[in-house]
T-cell receptor, first 114, second 116 residues
């Protein structure tokens, strides 16, 4: 079975400092992995996806994630946080590849302080 | 990206009544729609998958007679919570996908259901 574990329920950073949101996955085969962001009163938005191509994936708004099979990790990073990055972030694995059944992590709430 | 809408955004109802939530794909045809439930400060849990014109596939533990799903057209799916109770209060989110599993799922903004 597939699962994801987001290691931090809350992360707080200062504006302009780096962001690291941690995610570990469990999958019996080569997984498809995603990061989604949820802003209040808005639909979930796809930040980036990994589908067995390049292990370093670049997404929107300056976010990127690196797939590390040896560590079963898919951490999300951004070099410099912006106030508008404050939101809930979900690490997601697909149960059978592609955008089939998506299994969500518990979420990490990112707070950005001036 | 493609746009998915949900209506209503918020609904409050009395215990024992039924509530219908609509999910629409506004600018694409959604062959598959998904319904999720999100508890406060928790993750999204997939409730069911529906393909246009066929019966929905429910996840384990989800009562199909309580959560009725209809996907009658390529742009509309509805979730009806029947005989709602306070424990059904939650945030319900739909997503829609065109074509195959390699096509992205697009998410609606969600519906906040409160059952008194």
């Amino acid at each position: 079975a597939q699962s994801v574990t987001q290691l931090d329920s809350h992360v707080s950073v200062s504006e302009g400092t780096p962001v690291l949101l941690r995610c570990n996955y469990s999958s019996s085969y080569s997984p498809s992995l995603f990061w989604y962001v949820q802003h209040p009163n808005k639909g979930l938005q796809l930040l980036l996806k990994y589908t067995s191509a390049a292990t370093l994936v670049k997404g929107i708004n300056g976010f990127e994630a690196e797939f590390k099979k040896s560590e079963t990790s898919f951490h999300l990073t951004k070099p410099s946080a912006h106030m508008s990055d404050a939101a809930e972030y979900f690490c997601v694995v697909s149960s059978s590849g592609g955008y089939n059944k998506l299994i969500f992590g518990a979420g990490t709430r990112l707070a950005v302080h001036p | 990206g493609a746009v998915v809408s949900q209506h209503p955004s918020r609904v409050i109802c009395k215990s024992g009544t039924s509530v219908k939530i609509e999910c629409r794909s506004l600018d694409f045809q959604a062959t598959t729609m998904f319904w999720y439930r999100q508890f406060p400060k928790k993750s999204l849990m997939l409730m069911a998958t529906s393909n246009e014109g066929s019966k929905a596939t429910y996840e384990q533990g989800v009562e199909k007679d309580k959560f009725l799903i209809n996907h009658a057209s390529l742009t509309l799916s509805t979730l009806t919570v029947t005989s709602a109770h306070p424990e059904d209060s939650s945030f319900y989110i739909c997503s829609a996908r065109a074509g195959t599993i390699n096509n992205e799922q697009f998410f609606g903004p969600g519906t906040r259901l409160t059952v008194l």
